[in-house]
């Protein structure tokens, strides 16, 4: 292993290490597939499934226990969890912190020394996979200093968490966090802003960044953007409810969400407001795809949504048509597969669904990249405004980049056009218009899939 270039490619990415490094995991021992380097969040959906259930069976009991099995293991919800790498193991986290509160019965209590402990590292095992977990360790901190000051008392045992040993124990982990800060976000800063830093790391190491272009990257332009787009807001809760409502279950999810908030806030008012401002922010602060994240939120609300059916032998035959119902939605919706044309898009806007990287739709990517592989070397350079399997599995000899389409390629501009001069070939979907027709050699559009392939002219000689 180059250990010097995975550092590198780490500080490159515009997410945390985590979801990187725990997908390499399962290539020790498997082919290099899109299946392979998924297949340790498949494990961590399984084990999420069973510590959720666990959960619903400690609050209430084993009949509540099979609902919350039915509802999250029959459902769409393993899309997001499996395909987003990172996500599945912030659920995962998120889960296990609950089934510590939930199983340690002394929620109006101090925390000992050594649970405080397990609770930081997890903590940050799921903020190293997405930093949106950072909230839920401003979460469970505020929580804890309410406790101690709740339960302020002269006898203190040898293992309890005084106010002392508190800050002690919060400042080396807020240390750790400093210094995560300042790998993924300081370097990229130094780096960008004061290129005297760059000329200093390079008398020790040979820095590297590949087609870097000078400005912000990594985690920092992934801030920086968040920081530019975000805003108090309602269309990232709708977004949110119309994701469940395909990817769930029409309207259900909903209710799931009110009443699992509701049950919180009655019985578990300390997990209410250790969640509280992750739910906030992903729901009405961040803006853009922001159904994947709630999408945790949603998952950790089930356990408690499903102990409300207390009564479930006394209704088995409405759960069992139930059951039913649900898991053939499932079927019909997540699990048949379709291609981009016979997908059924009109089912989704009578459910005011929205779709979010939809698991069934097959698309050729084998027979695009070959026909990629036909018209191009693979010293030329492409760019792309898809998702990354194409590039990531099926061209990864190739020198390809990544670009963030937006309306203003819609529009003739000659600075925007500039930017294509050095490429070969520009991959994106039909829906994105692509105004720079001079420069366009051929279109090539394949049968059953909305990508579409951009031959662009030799004009890179001409500059």
Request: aromatic letters at 20%.
């Amino acid at each position: 292993f180059d250990f010097q270039l995975i550092a590198i490619e780490l500080i490159k990415d515009w997410h945390p290490p985590g979801r990187n490094l725990l997908s390499v995991f399962s290539l020790f021992f498997l082919s290099e597939t899109i299946s392979s380097t998924r297949f340790t969040y498949h494990l961590i959906w399984v084990l999420s499934c069973l510590i959720a259930v666990s959960i619903t069976r400690k609050i209430s009991n084993k009949s509540c226990g099979f609902i919350c099995a039915t509802i999250l293991c029959g459902s769409g919800l393993f899309h997001v969890q499996i395909m987003s790498f990172g996500l599945g193991a912030v659920t995962f986290f998120g889960l296990l912190i609950l089934k510590i509160l939930v199983d340690s019965n002394n929620f109006n209590n101090l925390v000992s020394k050594k649970n405080y402990i397990i609770l930081m590292i997890i903590s940050f095992l799921g903020f190293i996979f997405f930093n949106t977990f950072l909230l839920i360790v401003i979460g469970l901190n505020l929580l804890i200093i309410y406790q101690i000051f709740k339960n302020k008392t002269n006898n203190k045992n040898a293992g309890e968490l005084t106010f002392n040993s508190y800050l002690a124990l919060c400042f080396a982990f807020f240390l750790v966090y400093i210094l995560y800060y300042f790998i993924f976000l300081g370097l990229p800063y130094l780096i960008t802003f004061f290129p005297s830093f760059t000329n200093f790391l390079n008398l020790y190491i040979d820095l590297n960044f590949g087609n870097w272009d000078g400005k912000p990257f990594g985690q920092l332009f992934q801030y920086i953007s968040r920081q530019n787009s975000s805003q108090i807001n309602i269309h990232a809760f709708s977004n949110n409810i119309k994701y469940l409502n395909w990817h769930f279950f029409p309207w259900l999810g909903v209710i799931v969400f009110i009443f699992g908030k509701f049950i919180l806030f009655r019985n578990y008012k300390n997990i209410f407001f250790i969640i509280l401002p992750y739910s906030l922010v992903v729901n009405f602060y961040l803006y853009g795809n922001t159904a994947a994240h709630s999408s945790c939120l949603f998952i950790w609300l089930i356990p408690f949504f499903s102990s409300f059916f207390n009564n479930f032998r006394k209704n088995f035959f409405f759960s069992f048509i139930f059951s039913i119902l649900f898991l053939s939605y499932t079927y019909y919706t997540q699990v048949q597969v379709f291609n981009f044309s016979n997908f059924p898009y009109e089912l989704v806007k009578k459910f005011n669904g929205k779709l979010v990287w939809p698991p069934n739709i097959m698309r050729p990517l084998e027979t695009i990249a070959k026909k990629i592989k036909t018209i191009s070397k693979p010293d030329d350079k492409i760019i792309y405004s898809i998702d990354g399997a194409l590039p990531i599995y099926y061209l990864k000899d190739y020198d390809v980049r990544y670009i963030k389409y937006h309306d203003s390629l819609k529009e003739v501009n000659t600075n925007k056009c500039d930017q294509f001069k050095q490429y070969k070939i520009y991959i994106t979907y039909k829906d994105n218009i692509f105004s720079c027709e001079n420069m366009i050699k051929n279109k090539i559009i394949f049968d059953n899939t909305n990508i579409v392939i951009f031959e662009l002219k030799e004009l890179r000689n001409n500059d």
